[in-house]
């Protein structure tokens, strides 16, 4: 069962963690619940919260001690309180990221929801869950802006940039410009109930698969299939959004599925790759039938 690296809580439904990379390029399993505690990773270490040096010099000591000398999990709640009241009181107290933020410095035209007026700003770094912009435009926390895109961007941008994103942040900078955060809309999809378009099915399936421009076949293992797709273990990292082609072993009622698919999302784990794609053009081949034995 999938457990919370922080609180040290297990949850049946994996969606409620977040897997999020620590300075020392650790991933930890962090709940929804302790990020928006604002929980920061780099103090996560072994499932335990641990409280830096400069943190105790000016929290309540006797609240602190009692947590760090009991049981871990079950006081966790009480140190995040503690951590807030640091955070509170300006101490540097971060926020654990979802995704990690790539630098960058690119000019975009931006339009506010049922208004047509074009308004100009500099993409200062993106990630997966949004992006941040400078601007000398007022913007308010809630807006929705619609971003234009028109121009060439790098591969790894076009795949990860959206059209559509919410003001989460509104900071004023002291050179007169406004430090803005976005979040994409796409994101907001954990507040109701969770669908799928196809029911998956769990399975322990073998397969191979040929990357393109690439004469070498890799082997990988299948676990749960659905009529829109598969997720695969690999011993590599995919790019998100890259089409290769695959053969699944049994896949089919009498033979193989071969064709090819897109990667939809990677997640690191320990030793492997959890790899989610979606069929783009797959096929059934049937297994050559054996002749009777005489």
């Keep these: 069962m999938p457990r919370c690296n922080s609180c040290g809580k297990n949850y049946d439904n994996p969606s409620i963690l977040e897997l ?15 990020i928006d505690m604002g929980v920061d990773v780099n103090l996560v270490e072994q499932g335990n919260i641990v409280v830096e040096a400069h943190a105790l010099a000016t929290a309540d000591t006797q609240s602190v001690s009692t ?27 971060g926020r654990a990221r979802s995704h990690e933020r790539k630098p960058v410095e690119m000019k975009v035209y931006f339009t506010l929801a049922r208004d047509d007026t074009r308004h100009e700003g500099t993409v200062r770094d993106f990630s997966q869950g ?27 941008m076009a795949r990860t940039l959206q059209s559509t994103a919410e003001v989460r942040r509104v900071t004023n900078t002291e050179d007169g410009m406004i430090d803005v955060g976005f979040r994409f809309l796409t994101r907001q999809v954990d507040k109701g109930a969770y669908r799928r378009r196809f029911r998956r099915y769990k399975c322990d399936m073998a397969m191979f698969y040929q990357r393109n421009g690439s004469a070498l076949m890799s082997y990988g293992r299948v676990s749960d299939i659905s009529q829109g797709g598969c997720q695969m273990h690999l011993d590599e990292a995919l790019e998100q959004g890259e089409v290769f082609h695959v053969r699944l072993i049994g896949g ?29 053009k797959m096929r059934m081949e049937k297994q050559a039938e054996q002749p009777d034995s005489a």
């Design 20 to 34: 999020v990379k620590n300075q020392e390029n650790r991933w930890l399993m962090i709940c929804r619940h302790c």
């Design 67 to 93: 947590v760090l000398s009991g049981d871990p999990i079950a006081d966790a709640r009480r140190l995040l309180d503690t951590l807030r009241n640091l955070r509170q009181s300006k101490e540097r107290v």
């Design 130 to 156: 949004g992006l941040r912009l400078l601007t000398v435009y007022p913007l308010v926390k809630g807006q929705i802006v619609q971003f234009d895109w028109n121009m060439p961007l790098p591969p790894a």
């Design 252 to 280: 089919g009622t009498k033979g193989d599925l071969v064709g090819s698919m897109r990667v939809c999302r990677v997640i690191p784990r320990e030793v492997e790759f959890e790899t989610g794609c979606a069929f783009e």
